[in-house]
């Protein structure tokens, strides 16, 4: 292959990882290295369909006034992301406002922002974000186009799992069979068909075929772990009163509530619950639930002494138990996303080596029938499988 052509695949394959990035970050409620703005409320920063480098808020350090944050909002347009910029920082929380517009989101009813509900910090370079121009609009219209697949798909076969995440999964694990299957059947006429079944070099390579089972594979596991989980908000109200509302809490006491973990799986998974506000308090903080089953932990929210309306938050992390637990501790101790690594890379890898080892790494083509030798097994699994 030329230099040209290798640069031109390069390119069109980091597009669409671009494209692809955007896309599986609104569906998972988390920017994947980019995001983007629908809205003209942050002008003149970031017009509407612009993106820009959303550095994750638990590597992003602290955050401070004139940060621009991606935060899940509670009123701003019903609720959902939102990007705006820090303003004020108080000992309740943040103070947000687009630059576009005239008064705070608190003013206009958004609660104080919690360091829990930022999810992204906007890359900044001399005071002032880098902006992809027009990155927003192409994800936006990509994933109008794949919203309308899934629900045409999910209609039509009667099958609800062809929506959401996994139902994403599904589609990029077709549209790879798809695209082998073309390709082959493009390449098939302009080949020799003798030299086609004695060369050791035609067809399709392994790793192409195992690299994208290993990536469906590993997305399939990310959703299972990040869908379910996230931030747990508790609305606390300090009073002068006791009270039979559990959320209701005589100021300068505490109240214990029962937090459920369930998991609808096959796979059990270990689940981490953290305090993510100040009064609150999780023990036990590490939980094992098996397959289809569920478990809780107890949660105690403390009430200040100052009366009013407060929001305290907890956070759950859960990792698929296909690792030890005392190797999850110790990457759970590290970073709450070291898990996740090391679990994709354990079911990537043991895709990609389990195929190696049984396919002994030559390329998966098929035979023709006037082939003077009987293809192994395995090739005529691979002929059927890609029929």
């Known amino acids: 292959m030329s230099i040209k052509r290798t640069l031109s695949v390069a390119l069109q394959a980091a597009a669409v990882l671009v494209v692809v990035s955007l896309v599986v970050g609104q569906f998972l409620g988390q920017p994947i290295l980019l995001s983007y703005v629908e809205t003209g409320s942050m002008q003149p920063t970031l017009s509407p369909g612009d993106g820009f480098v959303a550095i994750p808020a638990q590597i992003a350090g602290g955050i401070g006034p004139g940060d621009v944050v991606t935060f899940d909002a509670q009123e701003i347009q019903g609720g959902g992301l939102t990007t705006h910029r820090v303003v004020e920082e108080t000992e309740r929380g943040y103070i947000t406002r687009g630059d576009n517009n005239p008064f705070t989101d608190q003013d206009g009813g958004e609660p104080v922002v919690q360091d829990?509900?930022?999810?992204?910090?906007?890359?900044?370079?001399?005071?002032?974000?880098?902006?992809?121009?027009?990155?927003?609009?192409?994800?936006?219209?990509?994933?109008?186009?794949?919203?309308?697949?899934?629900?045409?798909?999910?209609?039509?076969?009667?099958?609800?799992?062809?929506?959401?995440?996994?139902?994403?999964?599904?589609?990029?694990?077709?549209?790879?069979?798809?695209?082998?299957?073309?390709?082959?059947?493009?390449?098939?006429?302009?080949?020799?068909?003798?030299?086609?079944?004695?060369?050791?070099?035609?067809?399709?390579?392994?790793?192409?075929?195992?690299?994208?089972?290993?990536?469906?594979?590993?997305?399939?596991?990310?959703?299972?772990?990040?869908?379910?989980?996230?931030?747990?908000?508790?609305?606390?109200?300090?009073?002068?009163?006791?009270?039979?509302?559990?959320?209701?809490?005589?100021?300068?006491?505490?109240?214990?509530?029962?937090?459920?973990?369930?998991?609808?799986?096959?796979?059990?998974?270990?689940?981490?619950?953290?305090?993510?506000?100040?009064?609150?308090?999780?023990?036990p903080q590490r939980l094992s639930v098996g397959s289809r089953g569920e478990a809780s932990t107890t949660v105690t929210l403390s009430a200040p002494d100052e009366t009013g309306y407060y929001r305290l938050f907890v956070v759950e992390h859960r990792y698929l138990a296909v690792l030890p637990?005392?190797?999850?501790?110790?990457?759970?101790?590290?970073?709450?996303?070291?898990?996740?690594?090391?679990?994709?890379?354990?079911?990537?890898?043991?895709?990609?080596?389990?195929?190696?080892?049984?396919?002994?790494?030559?390329?998966?083509?098929?035979?023709?029938?006037?082939?003077?030798?009987?293809?192994?097994?395995?090739k005529r699994l691979l002929r059927e499988f890609y029929r």
């Not at 209701?248 to 059990?268: C, D, F, K, M, R």
């Not at 990609?352 to 049984?358: A, E, Q």
């Open 116 to 283: 829990a509900e930022v999810v992204a910090k906007a890359l900044q370079v001399g005071g002032g974000v880098v902006v992809i121009p027009h990155l927003g609009t192409v994800a936006m219209g990509f994933q109008s186009a794949l919203q309308s697949v899934q629900t045409w798909l999910a209609v039509t076969f009667g099958v609800r799992s062809f929506q959401g995440t996994q139902g994403l999964a599904y589609i990029v694990f077709g549209l790879s069979m798809v695209a082998y299957a073309v390709d082959w059947y493009l390449n098939a006429g302009t080949r020799d068909r003798d030299s086609r079944d004695r060369s050791r070099d035609d067809g399709t390579s392994v790793f192409a075929i195992l690299g994208v089972l290993a990536l469906v594979l590993m997305a399939t596991a990310t959703a299972a772990m990040v869908v379910p989980a996230g931030t747990q908000e508790y609305g606390v109200v300090s009073a002068e009163f006791e009270s039979e509302n559990p959320t209701v809490i005589e100021s300068g006491t505490s109240q214990e509530l029962e937090y459920v973990v369930p998991n609808a799986g096959l796979v059990p998974v270990y689940a981490y619950v953290t305090p993510a506000s100040p009064g609150v308090d999780v023990d």
């Open 325 to 378: 637990p005392g190797i999850v501790d110790e990457l759970y101790g590290v970073h709450p996303w070291a898990p996740l690594v090391a679990i994709n890379g354990l079911l990537g890898g043991g895709i990609v080596s389990i195929g190696l080892l049984l396919l002994r790494g030559e390329p998966a083509r098929i035979r023709s029938r006037g082939s003077r030798e009987r293809p192994p097994l395995y």
